[in-house]
């Protein structure tokens, strides 16, 4: 018998936002009923604020729960916010989730996912490794190479096992069990590789992905940043314009530039503003 916390419980029990919004501005699907899970997600949105967002699951009291959790979650927040909500944040609010269940609060994820990329948030494909086509690897359970890519990256998972609990990809006939291996191993070679990079090729690098990801997004709003030194893994930045005349504005663009050079480079770094 799995352990449960008690608002694991509570959302199952009294699920939030459960039902459909028919004028939906966005709409986002994870899981097959022939895997015996699926979520479908509806959001409304105004002004990027997500207004409103609403479930409709076929699964388990977690998948349920996941859902539930998740919906309370978006409410209110902006898109940037949203997009970068994780399986992991999902299962930590919940208190967590049994290892063997750990693949409902990815659900929830891929199906945000999806409803944003519905959206017009096609840059989501941006933090993933451009290699990472959408190949399917566990055709049991219809799991692609970047879900798995991703599970990896997110939740430092480091057996094919891991990948089970959290994706379900090789829970059944096993044959893709391989290829599941050759994606973690893959995965942690380059995190080594880019460990092992130099102190000028780190710095390089950073101020290429601050160049060509971060600064773009922020001149989109009047703002701009550079960067200031790399001491190990502290980014120092410095903020212009508009990214600097607000407390809660830079705290959220703080959050913004931390994970995408986290996505980029390793979870370690740690961005100050000098």
Known sequence: MWDYTEKVMDHYRNPRNV????????????????????????????????????????????????????????????????????NKDIADQLGGLPPEKMHCSVMGYEALEDALKNYGYQDLDDLREPEKAEKIVCTCFNVTENVIWDAIKQNGLKTVEDVTNYTKAGGACGRCKSLIKDIIDTYYAKVKSDNQLSPTQRILKI????????????????????????????????????????????????????????????????????
């Open 19 to 86: 039902g459909k919004i028919n004028d939906a501005d966005a709409v986002g699907v994870a899981g097959s009923l022939t895997c015996g899970d699926q979520l479908k997600i509806y959001l409304k949105i105004k002004d990027n604020i997500v207004t409103d967002a609403k479930f409709q699951t076929f699964g388990c009291g977690s998948a349920v729960a996941s859902s539930s959790i998740l919906t309370e979650m978006i409410i209110g927040k902006s898109l940037e916010d949203v997009k970068k909500i994780t």
């Open 207 to 274: 101020n290429n992905i601050i160049e060509t990801q971060i600064s773009p997004e922020l001149q989109k709003d009047g703002g701009d940043i550079n960067l200031v030194d790399v001491k190990d893994n502290k980014v120092f930045v410095k903020l212009h314009g508009k990214c600097s005349s607000c407390k809660n504005a830079t705290l959220t663009i703080k959050r913004f530039v931390e994970q995408t050079l986290k996505n980029a480079m390793d979870d370690n770094i740690e961005v100050i503003e000098v």
